[in-house]
C-alpha cells in the first residue's frame, strides 16, 4: 500500500516519527511530502499534496498532521474524490474506515500522543470498507464533488 504523508510546522515533529513507524509496517511504501523542517509553512499547500496523490491513484492512502487535524481535513476534503477527516482515537478510525471508506487521515501532533496516532493509523491502514448501506451514503457524499 503506498501511503502519502505531510504535515505543516505544527505536526513535523510527529509527522517524522509517524514515517519511522510506516517504514516499519509490512507492505506499506511511504511517500513523505513534505515539509523537510518545522520552519513555518501553510497547511493547505501540503494537505492539497496528500489529497492530490491520493485523488489520482499515485497514492492509496494518505496521512496529514497538523496542531489537530482540523484544518489539514478541511484542506483536504476540498479536493474531488477525497473524504478526510480529523481522527484522535482508534475506534474512530475503525468507524472512519468501515462507513465512511476514509482515504485521508488527519491527525493531531500537539493533542494526540505518537504512540496513539501510530495505533490509529494501524486501524486506518488494516481496517475495511463494509460497502453496503454504507456505500450508497458514500456514493451520495462522493456526488456533492
Not at 113 to 123: G, T, W
Not at 124 to 142: I, N, Q, S, W
Amino acid at each position: 500500500m503506498r501511503v502519502a504523508i505531510a504535515s505543516d510546522h505544527a505536526g513535523f515533529e510527529q509527522k517524522q516519527v509517524l514515517v519511522d513507524f510506516l517504514v516499519g509496517e509490512p507492505e506499506v511504501e511511504v511517500m513523505d511530502m513534505g515539509p523537510d523542517s518545522d520552519d513555518r509553512v501553510d497547511y493547505p499547500d501540503y494537505a492539497v499534496k496528500v489529497a492530490e496523490a491520493v485523488a489520482s491513484g499515485t497514492a492509496d492512502r494518505g496521512i496529514l498532521v497538523c496542531g489537530t487535524g482540523i484544518g489539514m481535513a478541511l484542506a483536504a476534503d476540498k479536493v474531488a474524490g477525497i473524504r478526510a477527516s480529523s481522527i484522535t482515537t482508534p475506534e474512530f478510525a475503525d468507524l472512519f474506515r468501515r462507513h465512511n471508506d476514509g482515504n485521508v487521515l488527519c491527525l493531531s501532533g500537539r493533542f494526540v500522543e505518537p504512540a496513539v496516532n501510530e495505533e490509529i493509523i494501524r486501524v486506518f491502514l488494516t481496517a475495511p470498507f463494509e460497502g453496503g448501506r454504507h456505500a450508497d451514503r458514500v456514493a451520495k457524499v462522493m456526488a456533492l464533488d
